[in-house]
């Protein structure tokens, strides 16, 4: 490739994710981020002895293939780079539309991810499962897929897909797109196709209003061809935006996984699968094997009780799981704590009111933050705490033979790992 170096402006999760990505496909990086607290821990450094050198408020990392400067940027650095990665968040800035102008951003640089059929996957809850829905049903029709996107799906990044199809020959990119880049991934990519899982409240802290968030649905959507579902508030808006709209419903043949809302998400899966001339039978195989992607909700039999597992961050994903079954408890995963309007997740608990609410560390371990808010809402049923795996196991030993629990919240790393030891011993047990 003739491009070898590249400079990521941005170490949050998309950044750290270009920045694993570009090393991995053997570019050199030069990156960057004006915040010096930054948790380095999940980027994949090179295997090789670093050198340091500490600024006091600055401080920089160089190795052979990459530099990082934390605290500061070097712009003589940036300029000396074939190609540049900003975080999506930037997208829409001065910085990010000059680069533009320029023609230097890496979505750029790097087209044959444009060239290729795409379809994005965006919506507040359910894109990860609707995602690997497809890409199963796509490949089982003999389609080669590049799955990927938003990183805080669990995916490597939107980095990684165009560093990936540039050596690839994929049928068809597959892209979850997550509300808060949908600026940026309208850039980026050339969509074909765009599916919509549904309209939440989750990241009001970015949207502020759900007005707010439909105008970057109503842009996002422009021009392309679209699904929604038959019921989707601002049907009429994203109609009328889009060169064609096909409206889905509720998958109706057998699943594994549970509740109406995956039901609607196979449904969606199920509609572009179908424009796409799938046969009917593949489709419907496919769905019919379909198991929960991990950390999503997936069910296991302890003693008596069914334990309902995985990650519902937001009060929307928390109501649609608690309007379709009884739960004795709920344990509650910790937002981290300067996310605020997450804390709406306890408040649909409440109303919902269990006989015991259980709080463990998700994203932060801030219990407090839980506890207090479980206070100030006079929640009165039973409130324990959780500081570690094995304080989880046993409460839900505890209440194994109550008929049902749920443990959800926010932390996907700490819900996978509730998972797997729940599923072990349901298997155990069986």
């Known amino acids: 490739m003739f491009f070898m170096r590249a400079a990521v402006i941005g170490l949050g999760v998309e950044g750290k994710k270009a920045v694993n990505s570009l090393l991995k496909h053997g570019w050199e990086v030069y990156a960057s981020d004006l915040n010096s607290n930054i948790d380095l821990s999940d980027l994949d450094l090179p295997g090789i002895s670093l050198n340091f050198l500490d600024g006091g408020e600055t401080f920089s990392i160089v190795s052979d293939t990459l530099t990082l400067d934390l605290g500061f940027t070097n712009s003589q650095a940036i ?14 800035g001065s910085f990010a539309t000059k680069l533009l102008s320029e023609g230097d951003l890496l979505s750029d640089v790097l087209s044959n991810h444009k060239k290729i ?34 990183g805080g799906g669990g995916f490597s990044g939107y980095y990684d897909l165009m560093l990936e199809a540039e050596n690839g020959d994929y049928d068809v990119i597959l892209v ?25 409240n989750d990241h009001m802290d970015v949207h502020k209003t759900i007005a707010n968030y439909k105008d970057s649905l109503v842009r996002f959507f422009t021009g392309k061809e679209i699904f929604t579902a038959y019921n989707q508030d601002f049907n009429s808006d994203f109609k009328d935006v889009s060169s064609k709209h ?48 991990s950390g999503r909700l997936d069910v296991y039999k302890i003693n008596d009780a069914l334990v309902y597992v995985g990650k519902t961050d937001n009060s929307d994903a928390l109501k649609s799981v608690l309007s379709e079954k009884d739960f004795y408890a709920i344990f509650i995963g910790t937002p981290r704590s300067h996310e605020s309007h997450r804390l709406d997740i306890v408040d649909e608990a409440v ?25 100030y809402l006079k929640y009165r049923g039973r409130v324990l705490t959780a500081t ?40 155990k047990l069986s």
């Open 79 to 92: 300029d000396e780079c074939d190609a540049i990665a900003i975080s999506p968040s930037m997208y829409g």
């Open 117 to 150: 059929f795409s379809i994005g996957i965006t919506g507040t809850n359910g894109k990860t499962t609707t995602v690997h829905m497809l890409k199963s049903i796509l490949e089982n029709a003999g389609k080669k897929v590049l799955v990927g996107g938003n």
């Open 176 to 200: 979850e797109v997550c509300d808060m880049t949908l600026d940026f991934c309208s850039y980026a990519f050339d969509f074909d196709i765009v599916g919509l899982t549904n309209i939440g």
């Open 246 to 293: 096909i409206s889905y419903f509720e998958y109706q043949d057998e699943l594994k996984v549970f509740g109406k809302f995956n039901r609607l998400n196979a449904g969606l899966a199920m509609a572009i699968a179908a424009e796409l001339k799938i046969p009917k039978d593949v489709i419907k195989d496919t769905l019919s094997d379909f198991e929960a992607v």
């Open 351 to 375: 109303k919902y009111n269990p006989e015991v609410i259980v709080v463990f560390p998700g994203l932060d371990d801030n219990l407090d933050l839980l506890l207090y808010r479980l206070n």
């Open 388 to 427: 570690s795996l094995d304080d989880i196991i046993a409460y839900v030993a505890e209440f194994s033979h109550e008929e049902a629990m749920l443990i959800g919240g926010n932390g996907q790393e700490a819900i996978i790992n509730i998972q797997e030891r729940i599923k072990l011993i349901s298997e």
